[in-house]
């Protein structure tokens, strides 16, 4: 065991792996010890997410209401909840918990009768109004809502409130407006953005405050696959700063293996990913002077500041006098789904690599954008390796094989 990551060992003639920093138990037998390291660690990567799947799975011990001690502060009712609360996936528990713990700092010191009749109207409406003087989104406002209705009702139910206070006005979400940019408008402004030197200032100043030790090309390196994740994977702007070497599968051609946000929705399968997001990863290893990620290495480099990405986008936009909305990660992730409807992507394919449940946000975009008659074929679209695995337990490599060519081809 070593560090935060799963470390097989040989012992018997046998790989070996320990979680119980994780939670579980240890000696875990992998393989036998003829099979390559590379393969071992990806085994125990795959033996850990096996274990908290079946950990998931198992059903929740129900808390006896008559011996269920009563909560007497919002902290108390929400941990109880969410000991009750299912997930189909990690990823469902993993946002789960961040809304829990976040709720918890910004209302877990009331007592719950603060929370019924007049009072508790008094209370939510004061929260409602912290929140929009934060200046955040109907969206995000209606989600943390929908779990402090869920929080007081279980109360309510286990007679810890007399009732549930009624809820204030929440603000409505508006109609979204759909901005986007095409691929090499996309490449105009990230190279504008590497280039120019007000941009690579203000990127040195972020990673300075970051604490980052590495040299500016291998920052810049590491920058252009964040953005190329948004535009070229569609993924959440959360999950590019966090996209590490098990979330890609690279062996001459480049699958995506796993979109962190996407893990509660999306199957265990392999994503094909474009040709140019393979060239970037390419192009990143050459940077660094090696043929392959380590282990849990994040590959972008971290999560990159909402203020300063956003700062630095908009400065390139102007500098090339692009028109439309300011230019945010969101744009490039949705144009990501414009993108792959214009090569004649279904709309469920382009919401499972989105990690989008719902399709109907995908279908307005999708009657906005023209798509080709029949099935498009571009530089996007790959033909499965041979042999590629079709879940990401099943990866082997994460290292790119360069494509032997005979003379006669």
């Given at each position: ?27 875990y ?12 660690v990806?085994?125990?990567w795959a ?23 009563a ?47 007049h ?26 809502f ?38 090499p ?65 690279l ?16 199957p ?32 972008t ?20 006098d ?68 079709t ?19």
């Open positions: 065991m070593s560090g935060k990551y799963p470390t097989p060992v040989v012992r018997d003639g046998k790989w070996e792996v320990d979680l119980r920093a994780w939670g579980f138990g240890w000696h037998v992998l393989a036998p010890a003829s099979l390559p390291q590379i393969d071992a990806h085994l125990a033996k850990l997410e096996e274990l908290r799947a079946a950990r998931l799975a198992e059903p929740h011990a129900q808390l006896e209401l008559r011996s269920a001690p909560a007497r502060t919002f902290s108390d009712a929400i941990d109880a909840w969410s000991a009750l609360k299912r997930y189909a996936t990690a990823g469902g528990k993993d946002w789960g918990d961040k809304y829990r713990d976040l709720l918890k700092r910004e209302l877990g010191t009331y007592e719950l009768r603060e929370f019924q009749g009072r508790g109207e008094q209370r939510l409406a004061a929260y409602l109004g912290s929140l929009e003087a934060l200046k955040l989104g109907p969206r995000t406002i209606r989600n943390r929908s779990i402090v209705v869920q929080v007081l009702r279980f109360a309510a139910g286990r007679q810890w409130l007399d009732g549930v206070a009624r809820m204030p006005e929440l603000p409505s979400v508006p109609e979204p407006r759909y901005e986007w940019i095409d691929e408008t996309f490449r105009a402004v990230r190279a504008r953005i590497f280039e120019s030197p007000t941009s690579r200032r203000l990127l040195a100043m972020h990673l300075r405050r970051a604490g980052c030790r590495e040299s500016a090309e291998i920052v810049i390196a590491r920058r252009k696959v964040y953005l190329s994740c948004l535009f070229y994977l569609g993924l959440h702007p959360e999950d590019a700063g966090t996209f590490r070497d098990e979330h890609v599968f062996d001459t051609d480049c699958y995506l293996r796993r979109n962190t946000k996407s893990a509660r929705c999306v265990e399968e392999q994503f094909e990913t474009p040709e140019p997001m393979a060239d970037d990863l390419r192009e990143l290893l050459g940077v660094l002077g090696r043929e392959a990620f380590y282990c849990g290495e994040v590959i480099g971290g999560p990159w500041q909402d203020s300063s990405r956003s700062e630095i986008l908009q400065r390139a936009q102007r500098q090339l692009i028109p439309g909305a300011p230019l945010t990660a969101q744009i490039l992730r949705r144009s990501y789904a414009r993108e792959m409807f214009r090569r004649n992507y279904k709309v469920r394919e382009v919401a499972d690599r989105m990690g989008h449940v719902d399709e109907a946000m995908l279908r307005r975009v999708y009657a906005r954008t023209p798509r080709p008659i029949g099935r498009a074929r571009s530089r996007w679209t790959r033909t499965p390796l041979a042999g590629a695995p879940t990401h337990a099943g990866a082997r490599v994460v290292q790119f094989r360069p494509v032997e060519v005979s003379d006669d081809a």
